[in-house]
């Protein structure tokens, strides 16, 4: 095919050339990929099967989602750019305040209901969402992101050493102590005199530490997979330093195999090939405010998508207008909206890929089509899904640090370029919008006193801070009409 008649992004490359690419892209975005569904699953105190089937349903979506991107389905769909779309990370804070909020399959019913409500919201509002832009200048972009990295480092963390609470919290009852209680309670229901009642609701403090938290063992398998991906990073080249997070999970799930912390009983009794259904959970549950959260984190993923596309359209010198835009951004609802049906979570373009597009120079959107036929071939094999699920966490915990360690890496990038010299008003935005996103970090209980309704709202530091940032830049600043400011951190934006 000459290239001469064909726009860069347009040419369909040989066949072995696409297949080898399009798995270059899953492979760079697959780390990312599978951590939100572990992440939500977990919250969500869901089965390890029903854990792995999120994780099929992800990746069978996300391809879904990058097919209709890439390659456009009809006038409204599709923005026929060379992206690859995956869950984003904004989404994680609310969906694991719901998932808290309420665990099990009640929790995912109400979590789908709010993401296929936000989907719906989206795809109507896309049009205005691609005239926001201003709004949303490198200053609020970069300090939400720096956010949205810095909350899920928390999960990183517990993924090493543990979670604060449940069977991995620092601290146990002591046995002597329960067996005391008991003995009381015993006691005082068979009348036995000097004996009172135990009051209602008594409950013994944990005093002593739990061997299962931090234990050194896993802090050993998760310094392996710091120092693999470390390794991998500095000497390796091209391909393979762009998928050291992969690299480094895979000698993670290799050492816990070895030393008897990971076992693959789940992947054998796992089908080879399995269809993704819908409405896994059963009938989705709609509230308002939980809808309304969701739509905040969409508004704020499609601002940022606004910008990945406009960043694209310059590196591969295509024009990108406000039809265009707005068909993009339609994907991103209409990616969400296939997600909450199909039991997975809010899509949007990934900027690792958008960023690996720079570094490889092809421009070729059907390498992403073929991306996101891989991914859905991915998600129809179980046993895929499985394998991942079987991973300990004290693995995912080593990559889970340099994971979203990038993405405040990456808001700190953008927040670079910001001007604090001559606005100091700059510096109070940032300052004022990340002291109200560590809020729900540092108190988590801080809402109790709040009316219920509004705590899947408030319990996200990651809106708080984009609520704060947009609103302190408005005061502060204004909304100017130039959008180039934005197109240079959206380029910076290389993971999140």
């Keep these: ?100 909020s309420a665990p099990g399959t009640d929790g995912a019913r109400m979590l789908f209901g709010a993401i296929i409500g936000a989907g719906i919201i989206s795809i109507l509002i896309a ?51 329960s067996e005391w209680l008991s003995h009381v309670r015993s006691a005082a229901a068979a009348g036995a005199e000097g004996f009172p009642p135990v009051p209602q609701g008594v409950a013994l403090a944990p005093s002593m530490p739990n061997p299962r938290y931090a234990s050194l063992s896993g802090i050993g398998i998760s310094a392996i997979v710091l120092a693999s991906i470390l390794l991998v990073a500095k000497f390796g080249k ?24 990971m076992n693959f009983d789940k992947v054998a009794k796992a089908h080879w090939f399995d269809v993704v259904l819908p409405f896994h959970f059963g009938v989705p549950i709609f509230d308002p405010v939980m809808v309304l959260t ?66 490889t120079g092809v421009k070729s959107r059907f390498v992403c089509v073929a991306a996101g036929i891989i991914l859905i071939v991915l998600g129809l094999l179980p046993k895929m899904a499985a394998l991942v699920e079987s991973l300990p966490t004290v693995v995912l915990g080593g990559a889970g640090l340099v994971m979203f360690g990038m993405v405040a ?29 560590m809020i729900p970090l540092i108190a988590p209980r801080y ?9 899947p709202l408030i319990e996200s530091g990651i809106l708080l801070a984009s609520i704060m940032a947009v609103l302190l830049n408005l005061y502060f600043n204004g909304a100017k009409g130039d959008t180039s400011a934005a197109i240079r951190a959206a380029k910076q934006a290389e993971a999140h």
């Design 1 to 100: 095919m000459s290239t001469s008649t064909v726009h860069p992004v347009d040419e369909v490359l040989p066949t072995g050339k696409l297949a080898a690419l399009g798995l270059q892209h899953v492979l760079v975005m697959y780390a990312g990929a599978i951590a939100v569904p572990l992440i939500v699953g977990r919250a969500l105190k869901l089965s390890p099967d029903e854990v792995a089937l999120l994780i099929s349903a992800d990746l069978f979506c996300c391809g879904l989602a990058t097919l209709i991107q890439s390659f456009g389905a009809t006038q409204w769909f599709g923005i026929k750019l060379p992206v690859v779309m995956g869950v984003t990370f904004a989404s994680v804070g609310p969906m694991v305040a719901i998932a808290n």
């Design 127 to 177: 049009p205005l969402v691609s005239r926001m832009l201003r709004f949303f200048p490198p200053v609020v972009t970069g300090t939400i992101i720096a956010v949205i990295g810095i909350d899920l480092m928390r999960v990183g963390i517990n993924w090493i050493f543990g979670n604060p609470v449940g069977p991995t919290a620092p601290l146990v009852v002591s046995p002597e102590h």
């Design 238 to 261: 091209g391909f393979l330093a762009n998928i050291s997070v992969l690299l480094g999970i895979i000698v993670g799930g290799v050492v816990a195999t070895m030393t008897g912390a």
């Design 294 to 359: 969701m739509v905040l984190v969409m508004i704020v993923v499609m601002i940022e998508s606004t910008g990945m596309f406009l960043a694209l359209g310059e590196m591969t010198d295509t024009k990108i207008d406000q039809p265009a835009l707005a068909r993009g951004l339609r994907t991103d609802g209409l990616g969400t909206l296939i997600g909450g049906i199909f039991n997975t979570f809010p899509y949007t373009s990934f900027s690792q890929n958008v960023g690996l597009v720079a570094v």
């Design 409 to 437: 890496a990456t808001g700190i990038r953008i927040l670079g370029g910001v001007d604090f010299m001559n606005n100091r008003h700059n510096a109070l935005i940032v300052a004022i919008s990340i002291g109200f996103g």
């Design 447 to 455: 809402s109790q006193w709040l009316p219920h309704a509004i705590h």
